[in-house]
């Protein structure tokens, strides 16, 4: 995205009359409005959160995904028996990694979490038009299925609340997103977010660092807001 406004800043060296350039303004104008979305503020229940965007509870066979940063533009998504049967998989399955035939504790069923996030992104990304998306906000001006982070905290939602109602979640709760920063302590951003009630702790599961497809990460609410992000996004400015 910075490429893009040093592009639209620099390139024409435009001036007013004053002698002022006059793109750069427009190019902070655009950025701040391509990020405004994710300055929301939490909203209580994942509910209301969907309620302020007028999208419906999701289901399996019909939901919407949201694109275009704010979900400016969704798609209806329909997933087939096979397909949830794949997803219902990862819940199930016995791995080398997971040496049960079911989640049996929180920290393992989070790990399951991710992977079906990534596989549902793949499966919804294919009907929307969204797998081109990639990690982070984009400029919208450049690729119309680009996902900003509101746009991914909708759709992650939407998988867990679909995960939930399959009794898929055995130890986590669904619950409102979460939102960090306001230029003060950094880039406003949102996520989804769960929550394990044993432990009375909530977790966030943030795939906006990602390309689409990806594991989504998931660690605690804490630590994700005290500016948490991937080493290998560090150094990458173009994620605003």
């Given at each position: 995205?910075?490429?893009?406004?040093?592009?639209?800043?620099?390139?024409?060296?435009?001036?007013?009359?004053?002698?002022?350039?006059?793109?750069?303004?427009?190019?902070?104008?655009?950025?701040?409005?391509?990020?405004?979305?994710?300055?929301?503020?939490?909203?209580?229940?994942?509910?209301?959160?969907?309620?302020?965007?007028?999208?419906?509870?999701?289901?399996?066979?019909?939901?919407?995904?949201?694109?275009?940063?704010?979900?400016?533009?969704?798609?209806?998504?329909r997933l087939?028996?096979?397909?949830?049967?794949?997803?219902?998989?990862?819940?199930?399955?016995?791995?080398?990694?997971?040496?049960?035939?079911?989640?049996?504790?929180?920290?393992?069923?989070?790990?399951?979490?991710?992977?079906?996030?990534?596989?549902?992104?793949?499966?919804?990304?294919e009907q929307?038009?969204?797998?081109?998306?990639?990690?982070?906000?984009?400029?919208?001006?450049?690729?119309?299925?680009?996902?900003?982070?509101?746009?991914?905290?909708?759709?992650?939602?939407?998988?867990?609340?679909?995960?939930?109602?399959?009794?898929?979640?055995?130890?986590?709760?669904?619950?409102?997103?979460?939102?960090?920063?306001?230029?003060f302590r950094?880039?406003?951003?949102?996520?989804?977010?769960?929550?394990?009630?044993?432990?009375?702790?909530?977790?966030?599961?943030?795939?906006?660092?990602?390309?689409?497809?990806?594991?989504?990460?998931?660690?605690?609410?804490?630590?994700?807001?005290?500016?948490?992000?991937?080493?290998?996004?560090?150094?990458?400015?173009?994620?605003?």
């Amino acid at each position: 995205m910075w490429n893009s406004l040093r592009f639209l800043a620099l390139s024409q060296g435009r001036r007013t009359l004053f002698g002022a350039d006059v793109l750069w303004p427009l190019a902070l104008f655009l950025m701040a409005a391509s990020i405004s979305a994710c300055a929301a503020q939490r909203p209580e229940h994942a509910d209301q959160f969907r309620d302020r965007y007028g999208l419906e509870a999701p289901e399996r066979h019909a939901f919407n995904l949201c694109f275009g940063h704010g979900c400016k533009h969704s798609a209806a998504v329909r997933l087939s028996d096979a397909q949830w049967a794949e997803v219902k998989t990862i819940f199930t399955d016995f791995s080398a990694d997971m040496p049960t035939d079911a989640a049996t504790s929180a920290r393992e069923e989070r790990v399951r979490i991710a992977r079906a996030v990534a596989l549902l992104e793949s499966m919804a990304g294919e009907q929307a038009g969204t797998l081109s998306d990639k990690a982070g906000t984009g400029f919208p001006l450049e690729n119309r299925y680009q996902l900003d982070c509101v746009d991914e905290a909708l759709n992650t939602t939407a998988y867990l609340a679909m995960m939930k109602q399959d009794g898929l979640l055995r130890f986590h709760d669904l619950r409102g997103p979460a939102t960090r920063g306001f230029f003060f302590r950094g880039w406003p951003h949102t996520t989804a977010a769960i929550f394990e009630p044993d432990s009375g702790k909530s977790y966030v599961v943030d795939s906006w660092f990602f390309d689409n497809g990806r594991a989504p990460v998931i660690l605690p609410l804490s630590q994700w807001q005290d500016g948490w992000q991937p080493q290998e996004t560090k150094t990458r400015a173009s994620l605003y």
